[in-house]
C-alpha cells in the first residue's frame, strides 16, 4: 500500500491520551462516534460492519441494517471487536494504508491471549481445579483486550484528525466503500462483461500488471501479507474482503 498511519497504535495513547483514556472507559460510545467519523457524517454509507464479515448465511445492507442508526449502536455495544476492526479496515482501505509490523504483533498477542482464556475456560468446566487459572487467564486477556482496542480507536481517530487538517482526507483511487460495496460490485448484468471466475478475486487498482497469490491457511480478509512480484520485488499487499484462504487474488505491481 501506498501509505502508513499516522501513527502506531503503540504510540496512539501518546499521541491522543485524551481519547486513548475516554475509549478504555466508554468502548460502546467511542465505536459508534468512530464509525459515524470515518462514514463522513453520512450513515445513509452505514452497513453492519461496513460488510468486512459477511458470510455465505449474512451479507451486510440486506437485513435493515443500511443506513440505520440503531444497528450502529447494536454493533458497537454487543459485537464491540467486529465494530473496532471494522472501522480501522475501511480507513485502511479509505486512504491506502499499511499498518506496520509492530501493529500487527499487538494484535496477533492479543488473539493469542484470547484464544488462550478460551482454552482455560473451557478446561475448567472439564477440571474445576482449572477455575482459578482460568479466571486469571480471563482476567489478564480482558485487559489486554480493553488496551488493544483502545490503541485501534484512537489510532484510528488520530488518523482523521490528522487528514481533516492536512487536507488529505480524500478516498484513494479505487476505494469501493468497504466489505459490502466490494462484495457487490457490478457483475456481468450490470456492465455487461462476463462475469469473472468465482475462484478469483480481484484486487482494485489503477495498476495493469497483476501476479496470482494463493491466500494461505489462517490469512483473511484485512490481513498484510508480504509477497514476491516478479520483478523479485518483495511488497505487502491487504487480502481484499471476501478473500478466503485457498483462493487466488491478483495482486497489483
Do not use: W
Amino acid at each position: 500500500r501506498a501509505n502508513m498511519f499516522k501513527t502506531g497504535m503503540k504510540d496512539a495513547p501518546c499521541a491522543d491520551p485524551a481519547f486513548c483514556c475516554v475509549s478504555c472507559i466508554c468502548p460502546c460510545c467511542v465505536n459508534c462516534y468512530l464509525r459515524h467519523e470515518a462514514l463522513d457524517g453520512n450513515l445513509d454509507n452505514y452497513t453492519c460492519c461496513q460488510g468486512y464479515y459477511d458470510c455465505m448465511c449474512f451479507k451486510a445492507g440486506s437485513i435493515g441494517d443500511q443506513g440505520n442508526p440503531c444497528c450502529l449502536c447494536l454493533e458497537g455495544t454487543f459485537c464491540e471487536s467486529c465494530a473496532v476492526s471494522s472501522t480501522r479496515m475501511y480507513i485502511m482501505d479509505k486512504y491506502d494504508i499499511s499498518s506496520d509490523p509492530c501493529d500487527r504483533r499487538i494484535i496477533r498477542f492479543n488473539n493469542c491471549m484470547q484464544l488462550l482464556a478460551c482454552i482455560c475456560t473451557i478446561l475448567a468446566i472439564i477440571d474445576p481445579s482449572f477455575r482459578d487459572c482460568a479466571e486469571l487467564i480471563r482476567f489478564i486477556a480482558n485487559i489486554v483486550y480493553a488496551i488493544t482496542a483502545a490503541c485501534m480507536n484512537t489510532q484510528v481517530h488520530y488518523e482523521i484528525g490528522e487528514r481533516k487538517k492536512d487536507g488529505t482526507d480524500a478516498p484513494a483511487a479505487g476505494f469501493a466503500g468497504g466489505g459490502a460495496s466490494y462484495n457487490a460490485a457490478p457483475k456481468a448484468d450490470d456492465m455487461g462483461r462476463p462475469p469473472q471466475d468465482p475462484t478469483v478475486v480481484a484486487v482494485p487498482a489503477p495498476q495493469q500488471r497483476t501476479f496470482p497469490v494463493v491466500i494461505p491457511d489462517g490469512v483473511f480478509a484485512g490481513t498484510q501479507l508480504q509477497v514476491q512480484a516478479p520483478t523479485g520485488q518483495l511488497m505487502m499487499f491487504s487480502v481484499p474482503p471476501g478473500a478466503t484462504p485457498g483462493q487466488q487474488v491478483l495482486v497489483p505491481y
